[in-house]
């Protein structure tokens, strides 16, 4: 658990707070999104975490511990860091990356190996092909893909992920927001996830930090912040997703396809997008099952199509 308390910094004396009196608690083994529009403070609030940014005033406690008790090594072994571009040593190859720092903290060389070949598979990387490559011999996705195992390496119980999809393509974003899930839910780390993208945060997270001038505009579950705005900033912000809002005159019936509808949420054909949305939110479901007059299944409405309007065959 990572609890800031009135947690405050100023760039200089006379430019306005860019993170102002911000408390927030990031609960263990859960993804947490910082979300809001360019400028807000999303990033300067991640590294205050990590210390790589001093705050101003206010408290950092990580497992109850107040962070400036922590060396500043100390405290980043224990956080995995992935940012936009993920910066991998060019020199070295895949497999160094990702064991450098095990090998900073001095494993045996025989388990270093063992990680490195786990950390790729878990990453969706075949080691025996991957790990004697070089950084310029990846695509976007497969280096950001590297950066997620290195981060994870030391197996850190928190990880810091400030727009790591940002640079990739949507087919490759999806592809890595799926994987960090998948790694996510198996090792129950704690995420903060900056990001300005709505339908990411919506899919990633179980909590919600809408953030707005520095300050929280919002702090709940997807479902809160999309059905519950708090406020008229919270409304416009999450409603003004193009894809989000055209949701409301979008049948689900109109997005089945065919698909495994076991064990999924059951919805009518004629309920909109938006309530198929609110209900995989809630349900914590990639797909709802459509169900069409008489009771039977018609096919599977999945998230990734919510945004795709059916009629723009874009699809
Ligand atoms: N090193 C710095 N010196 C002075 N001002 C800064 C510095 N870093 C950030 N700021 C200012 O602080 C505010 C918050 O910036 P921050 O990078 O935290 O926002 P953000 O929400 O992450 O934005 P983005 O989504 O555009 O990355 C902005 O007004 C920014 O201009």
Same mark, same amino acid.
């Given at each position: 658990?990572?609890?800031?308390?009135?947690?405050?910094?100023?760039?200089?004396?006379? @430019?306005?707070?860019?993170?102002?009196?911000?408390?927030?608690?990031?609960?263990?083994?859960?993804?947490?999104?910082?979300?809001? =529009?360019?400028?807000?403070?999303?990033?300067?609030?991640?590294?205050?975490?990590?210390?790589?940014?001093? =705050?101003?005033?206010?408290?950092?406690?990580? %497992?109850?511990?107040?962070?400036?008790?922590?060396?500043?090594?100390?405290?980043?072994?224990?956080?995995?860091?992935?940012?936009?571009?993920?910066?991998?040593?060019?020199?070295?190859?895949?497999?160094?990356?990702? %064991?450098?720092?095990?090998?900073?903290?001095?494993?045996?060389?025989?388990?270093?190996?063992?990680?490195? !070949?786990?950390?790729?598979?878990?990453?969706?990387?075949?080691?025996?092909?991957?790990?004697?490559?070089?950084?310029?011999?990846?695509?976007?996705?497969? $280096?950001?893909?590297?950066?997620?195992?290195?981060?994870?390496? $030391? !197996?850190? =119980?928190?990880?810091?992920? #400030?727009?790591?999809?940002?640079?990739?393509?949507?087919?490759?974003?999806?592809?890595?927001?799926?994987?960090?899930?998948?790694?996510?839910?198996?090792?129950?780390?704690?995420?903060?996830?900056?990001?300005?993208?709505?339908?990411?945060?919506?899919?990633?997270? #179980?909590?919600?930090?809408?953030?707005?001038?520095?300050?929280?505009?919002?702090?709940?579950?997807?479902?809160?912040?999309?059905?519950? =705005? %708090?406020? @008229?900033?919270?409304?416009?912000?999450?409603?003004? #997703?193009?894809?989000?809002?055209?949701?409301?005159?979008?049948?689900?019936?109109?997005? @089945?396809?065919?698909?495994?509808?076991?064990?999924?949420?059951?919805?009518?054909?004629?309920?909109?997008?938006?309530?198929?949305?609110?209900?995989?939110?809630?349900?914590?479901? #990639?797909?709802? @099952?459509?169900?069409?007059?008489?009771?039977?299944?018609?096919?599977?409405?999945?998230?990734?199509?919510?945004?795709?309007?059916?009629?723009?065959? !874009?699809?």
């Amino acid at each position: 658990m990572i609890e800031l308390q009135g947690l405050t910094k100023s760039y200089g004396d006379t @430019a306005a707070a860019a993170v102002r009196d911000l408390s927030l608690t990031f609960p263990a083994g859960r993804v947490t999104a910082l979300l809001g =529009p360019s400028g807000c403070g999303k990033t300067t609030t991640l590294r205050m975490i990590n210390r790589l940014i001093q =705050p101003t005033s206010g408290t950092v406690r990580l %497992a109850g511990r107040d962070t400036r008790e922590l060396s500043p090594e100390a405290l980043r072994r224990g956080m995995g860091y992935v940012i936009q571009r993920v910066g991998l040593f060019p020199h070295l190859t895949v497999g160094r990356n990702v %064991a450098a720092v095990p090998e900073l903290l001095g494993w045996p060389a025989a388990r270093v190996r063992a990680r490195v !070949d786990e950390l790729l598979g878990l990453v969706g990387l075949e080691p025996g092909v991957y790990r004697g490559k070089r950084p310029a011999e990846l695509s976007g996705g497969q $280096a950001q893909r590297v950066g997620v195992a290195r981060a994870l390496a $030391a !197996d850190p =119980p928190v990880l810091l992920m #400030d727009e790591p999809f940002g640079a990739l393509d949507p087919l490759a974003r999806e592809a890595l927001q799926g994987k960090v899930l998948e790694i996510q839910r198996r090792l129950a780390k704690t995420v903060v996830l900056v990001t300005h993208d709505i339908p990411e945060a919506l899919r990633m997270a #179980d909590q919600i930090a809408l953030m707005q001038s520095g300050e929280l505009a919002q702090f709940g579950s997807p479902d809160d912040l999309v059905r519950r =705005p %708090a406020s @008229a900033f919270v409304a416009q912000f999450m409603g003004q #997703d193009a894809a989000l809002e055209q949701l409301g005159g979008v049948r689900v019936g109109a997005l @089945a396809r065919p698909g495994d509808a076991h064990g999924l949420p059951r919805l009518p054909a004629e309920a909109d997008a938006r309530t198929a949305l609110a209900l995989m939110l809630r349900q914590g479901t #990639d797909a709802v @099952a459509v169900v069409g007059e008489g009771g039977a299944v018609v096919g599977v409405a999945r998230f990734r199509d919510l945004g795709h309007d059916p009629r723009s065959g !874009d699809a």
